[in-house]
């Protein structure tokens, strides 16, 4: 099971970490993304990890901006949100998988339940 949490209602500008714990899952052992997706749009790529760490992806609107990592030793996967903007808002959704599966949210076989992030302008 995949928990994510950390969203909520920020100023643009701001910043926001979100967490994905995972339970009955070994964080080492999967690759994981982030998606979002804002009313009436499609689920969106945001930011990928390979399982062993060798690689990540951003999508183009949120790189050098965001930043994904995971810990180990908490089991947890987190995104860390900088320079937050009003078209950041959306629901953000953790995803996992058993090896690097790129950008296609259909790739990811596992899946969080979502946490809202509300960037005000």
């Known amino acids: 099971q995949l928990q994510a949490s950390g969203g909520g209602l920020v100023q643009a500008g701001g910043s926001l970490r979100l967490s994905c714990a995972a339970s009955?899952?070994?964080?080492?052992?999967?690759?994981w993304a982030w998606f979002r997706q804002a009313p009436g749009k499609e689920r969106e790529f945001v930011s990928g990890?390979?399982?062993?760490?060798?690689?990540?992806d951003y999508g183009d609107s949120v790189k050098g901006r965001f930043t994904i990592s995971r810990d180990n030793a908490k089991n947890t996967v987190y995104l860390q949100m900088n320079s937050l903007k009003p078209e950041d808002t959306a629901v953000y959704y953790c995803?996992?998988?058993?090896?690097?599966?790129?950008?296609?949210?259909?790739?990811?076989?596992?899946w969080g339940q979502g946490t809202l992030v509300t960037v005000s302008s």
């Open positions: 009955g899952r070994t964080v080492s052992l999967y690759a």
């Open positions: 995803a996992a998988n058993t090896y690097y599966s790129g950008r296609p949210p259909t790739n990811y076989a596992y």
């Open positions: 990890i390979s399982r062993s760490n060798s690689g990540t």
